[in-house]
């Protein structure tokens, strides 16, 4: 389990996260959601250790994961899918995946590959292709993939949906779905396309400058009207 | 090629075939040419094997570096002051010998390239290039500080490296007529040239005087014909051990050739196990997206410092070569020009390419004796001819950056993926 407790993040003078406290149990998907510049982004760079908080902290099965390396963090059990389907183009699917587990021991690489591959078929099928020939999808689920191959005990997605077509974005988070339902890692979903995250997440958390407005069950805050409103902005 | 062979190590073993095999080849041609041929080619393999580092550092990692001319410069050093102040290996006891000098060039490459790595992998792009081109100018500066150590602005003269044994002394400075008879063959000591061996570096870097044995004295006009290639290759060397006498036809440009193409094919053999293995897509996944590489595992900083030390062992390898193809040390011969030649001859050949630095080193040979041949023709005079490989190459890099930012290689590959319609595969 994430456990998040009173993370406060500031860009100099400007408060990006204020006292943020949200956990994601094991085998759950949890979607923060909440317009543009809420501090969504800010909050899974904190976790994956790009940016050190002021306050706060966040622990993964009751280990301390704030303030250390990003480099240190992944080998934690915490992998973070960047904002963005940051994937390199000049490296094939498959070298673009083996660089999420280069630390680890080849054979361990080679068997969640392979379950990457049974995830994604298309990776499979595209494995010796560049990755700057794939598509937006395809390259999300590169990201994912490449994500998984550190064999996470916790999945962060920043705004997976951010560019695909409707249809993409519904593929990609059933997959995410069956993720945390198969494999029991705990799964933080960031995302602004509020309805479609809602609907496959089991908790979800609403974030507005920087601070937390509601926390609930998903179906719940799906359906309350005045936070659409406020919020949501639908 | 590795997709034929698929046991473990298959790459290794095929990078070293490929290697060896273009090591006979080049050494087959550097035995069939005249020397003036054989100081090009030791010229291009020593570009080769500097550019190889900056095809690392700038274009698998990223890191521009306009310094490394200054990296070069500490393996030149290395090579001279250990070769000449140092007759036994400190610890192990055992006599010194050049290939002593070259490991040591590599060792001060390595550590220098750490430190400054170090301090680089905290500096991106405009700062980064500042610091390098601190380097290109300080270092060199470096030796008028220690004028006894380092011979000040006019340099040290080497003795002339001599094939025996690796490297065997050479008792009288080499400059003088060398019969036979003045050159010993007793591997066992490096001797320390007389103390007047310095010259002046105006003096050094000319073509004409170029070091040279008696043998090959009338190098640019010699007809092919007096020199029996059969007889002119190292094996022509007495190595009886009853003689200490020399084959007057031994070519010391053609040994010095042979020197820098070894050394070359040495360092594209680790080259392309670095570049085309896990450290080459680690280099090339930070530089394209440090932030997915530090979440993916891997330490920014670390790549960077690596490619650093990396790049830095190479030069200083490049560097000691170059040390012995000019037979002399000194700051001019290391300047900012060099640095500047370096980062011209990657980015024109590819920067990403291994190939592009082969192709990088045969443009910077090429171009200054093309642009000589023209000026001869066309009656120009000394400032125009000496300022004209400069200005081609600013305008080739604009060009280049602008039209073909893959260089020669990358331009080609491009073409290949067009005509064949498969994806470009960087070597
Ligand atoms: N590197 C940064 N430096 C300064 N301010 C930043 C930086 N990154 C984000 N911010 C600010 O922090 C706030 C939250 O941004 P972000 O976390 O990217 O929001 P979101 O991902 O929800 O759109 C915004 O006001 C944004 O302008
Ligand atoms: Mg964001």
Not at chain 2, 103 to 120: P, R, S
Not at chain 2, 161 to 173: D, I, L, N, S, T
Not at chain 2, 333 to 339: C, D, T, Y
């Given at each position: 389990?994430?456990?998040?407790?009173?993370?406060?993040?500031?860009?100099?003078?400007?408060?990006?996260?204020?006292?943020?406290?949200?956990?994601?149990?094991?085998?759950?998907?949890?979607?923060?959601?909440?317009?543009?510049?809420?501090?969504?982004?800010?909050?899974?760079?904190?976790?994956?250790?790009?940016?050190?908080?002021?306050?706060?902290?966040?622990?993964?099965?009751?280990?301390?994961?704030?303030?250390?390396?990003?480099?240190?963090?992944?080998?934690?059990?915490?992998?973070?899918?960047?904002?963005?389907r940051s994937t390199i183009p000049e490296l094939t699917v498959e070298e673009n995946l083996r660089l999420?587990?280069?630390?680890?021991?080849?054979?361990?690489?080679?068997?969640?590959?392979?379950?990457?591959?049974?995830?994604?078929?298309v990776l499979?099928e595209r494995q010796r292709m560049r990755a700057d020939t794939l598509s937006g999808?395809e390259r999300?689920q590169l990201a994912?993939?490449r994500?998984?191959?550190?064999?996470?005990?916790?999945?962060?997605?920043?705004?997976?949906?951010?560019?695909?077509?409707?249809?993409?974005?519904?593929?990609?988070?059933?997959?995410?779905?069956?993720?945390?339902?198969?494999?029991?890692?705990?799964?933080?979903?960031?995302?602004?396309?509020?309805?479609?995250?809602?609907?496959?997440?089991?908790?979800?958390?609403?974030?507005?400058?920087?601070?937390?407005?509601?926390?609930?069950?998903?179906?719940?805050?799906?359906?309350?009207?005045?936070?659409?409103?406020?919020?949501?902005?639908? | 090629?590795?997709?034929?062979?698929?046991?473990?190590?298959?790459?290794?073993?095929?990078?070293?075939?490929?290697?060896?095999?273009?090591?006979?080849?080049?050494?087959?041609?550097?035995?069939?040419?005249?020397?003036?041929?054989?100081?090009?080619?030791?010229?291009?393999?020593?570009?080769?094997?500097?550019?190889?580092?900056?095809?690392?550092?700038?274009?698998?990692?990223?890191?521009?570096?306009?310094?490394?001319?200054?990296?070069?410069?500490?393996?030149?050093?290395?090579?001279?002051?250990?070769?000449?102040?140092?007759?036994?290996?400190?610890?192990?006891?055992?006599?010194?010998?050049?290939?002593?000098?070259?490991?040591?060039?590599?060792?001060?490459?390595?550590?220098?390239?750490?430190?400054?790595?170090?301090?680089?992998?905290?500096?991106?792009?405009?700062?980064?290039?500042?610091?390098?081109?601190?380097?290109?100018?300080?270092?060199?500066?470096?030796?008028?500080?220690?004028?006894?150590?380092?011979?000040?602005?006019?340099?040290?003269?080497?003795?002339?490296?001599?094939?025996?044994?690796?490297?065997?002394?050479?008792?009288?400075?080499?400059?003088?007529?060398?019969?036979?008879?003045?050159?010993?063959?007793?591997?066992?000591?490096?001797?320390?040239?007389?103390?007047?061996?310095?010259?002046?570096?105006?003096?050094?870097?000319?073509?004409?005087?170029?070091?040279?044995?008696?043998?090959?004295?009338?190098?640019?006009?010699?007809?092919?014909?007096?020199?029996?290639?059969?007889?002119?290759?190292?094996?022509?060397?007495?190595?009886?051990?009853?003689?200490?006498?020399?084959?007057?036809?031994?070519?010391?440009?053609?040994?010095?050739?042979?020197?820098?193409?070894?050394?070359?094919?040495?360092?594209?053999?680790?080259?392309?196990?670095?570049?085309r293995?896990?450290?080459g897509r680690?280099?090339r996944a930070?530089r394209d997206d440090?932030?997915?590489?530090?979440?993916?595992?891997?330490?920014?900083?670390?790549?960077?410092?690596?490619?650093?030390?990396?790049?830095?062992?190479?030069?200083?390898?490049?560097?000691?070569?170059?040390?012995?193809?000019?037979?002399?040390?000194?700051?001019?011969?290391?300047?900012?020009?060099?640095?500047?030649?370096?980062?011209?001859?990657?980015?024109?050949?590819?920067?990403s390419?291994?190939?592009?630095?082969?192709?990088?080193?045969?443009?910077?040979?090429?171009?200054?004796?093309?642009?000589?041949?023209?000026?001869?023709?066309?009656?120009?005079?000394?400032?125009?001819?000496?300022?004209?490989?400069?200005?081609?190459?600013?305008?080739?890099?604009?060009?280049?950056?602008?039209?073909?930012?893959g260089?020669?290689?990358g331009?080609?590959q491009m073409?290949i993926a067009k005509?064949t319609r498969r994806a470009p595969k960087g070597v």
């Open positions: 389990m994430l456990s998040i407790t009173d993370l406060t993040v500031s860009y100099g003078p400007v408060e990006a996260l204020n006292g943020v406290t949200i956990s994601v149990p094991r085998g759950e998907v949890t979607a923060v959601i909440g317009a543009n510049g809420a501090g969504k982004s800010t909050l899974m760079r904190t976790l994956a250790g790009l940016v050190t908080p002021a306050a706060g902290q966040a622990t993964l099965d009751g280990e301390i994961i704030t303030r250390k390396r990003p480099e240190d963090i992944v080998r934690m059990g915490v992998a973070l899918v960047p904002e963005g999420g587990g280069l630390w680890r021991q080849k054979s361990d690489r080679r068997t969640t590959q392979a379950e990457v591959f049974d995830l994604f078929p499979a999808g999300q994912i993939g994500a998984l191959m550190s064999n996470p005990k916790c999945l962060l997605l920043d705004e997976p949906s951010l560019g695909l077509a409707p249809l993409i974005v519904t593929q990609i988070l059933h997959l995410v779905r069956r993720l945390a339902d198969e494999t029991r890692i705990a799964v933080l979903l960031v995302e602004q396309n509020a309805v479609t995250a809602l609907r496959m997440a089991d908790t979800g958390v609403v974030l507005n400058l920087g601070r937390i407005v509601q926390t609930g069950p998903a179906p719940a805050i799906a359906s309350d009207e005045k936070l659409r409103h406020a919020y949501l902005g639908y | 090629m590795t997709s034929l062979l698929r046991f473990p190590g298959a790459r290794l073993v095929s990078h070293a075939a490929f290697v060896i095999i273009i090591w006979f080849l080049v050494m087959r041609l550097n035995d069939s040419v005249d020397p003036l041929a054989n100081y090009y080619i030791a010229l291009v393999a020593m570009y080769a094997t500097a550019m190889f580092g900056m095809v690392i550092l700038v274009g698998l990692s990223g890191q521009v570096s306009l310094g490394n001319g200054a990296l070069m410069a500490v393996g030149g050093y290395v090579f001279a002051v250990t070769s000449l102040h140092w007759q036994t290996v400190p610890i192990l006891g055992v006599p010194w010998n050049g290939w002593w000098s070259m490991v040591f060039a590599a060792v001060g490459g390595i550590v220098v390239g750490l430190l400054i790595g170090g301090i680089a992998a905290r500096l991106r792009g405009p700062y980064l290039a500042g610091l390098t081109l601190g380097l290109a100018v300080g270092v060199p500066a470096i030796a008028n500080r220690f004028p006894e150590l380092l011979g000040g602005e006019s340099g040290l003269m080497l003795t002339v490296p001599y094939p025996e044994g690796g490297y065997a002394p050479v008792e009288e400075e080499v400059f003088v007529d060398s019969s036979a008879d003045t050159l010993s063959g007793d591997a066992s000591t490096m001797a320390v040239p007389s103390a007047d061996a310095a010259v002046s570096p105006d003096d050094m870097l000319t073509m004409d005087n170029f070091p040279t044995t008696d043998a090959s004295a009338a190098v640019p006009s010699v007809d092919a014909s007096v020199i029996d290639p059969g007889a002119t290759d190292m094996s022509g060397v007495d190595l009886s051990g009853t003689g200490d006498l020399i084959d007057a036809s031994f070519i010391i440009e053609r040994w010095q050739a042979g020197l820098a193409i070894t050394v070359a094919c040495i360092a594209a053999f680790i080259a392309l196990n670095l570049v293995g896990r450290q680690v280099w930070v440090s932030v997915a590489a530090a979440v993916a595992g891997i330490s920014p900083a670390k790549a960077k410092v690596s490619a650093f030390a990396v790049s830095s062992l190479f030069a200083a390898l490049a560097g000691a070569v170059f040390a012995q193809i000019l037979s002399y040390v000194g700051p001019g011969a290391f300047g900012l020009g060099l640095s500047l030649s370096l980062l011209v001859g990657v980015v024109l050949g590819g920067r390419s291994l190939l592009g630095a082969v192709i990088g080193g045969l443009l910077l040979v090429w171009l200054p004796e093309f642009v000589l041949s023209l000026s001869e023709k066309g009656g120009w005079g000394d400032q125009i001819t000496n300022n004209a490989p400069n200005l081609i190459y600013g305008l080739l890099v604009v060009l280049v950056v602008l039209l073909a930012p260089g020669i290689v331009s080609v073409l005509v």
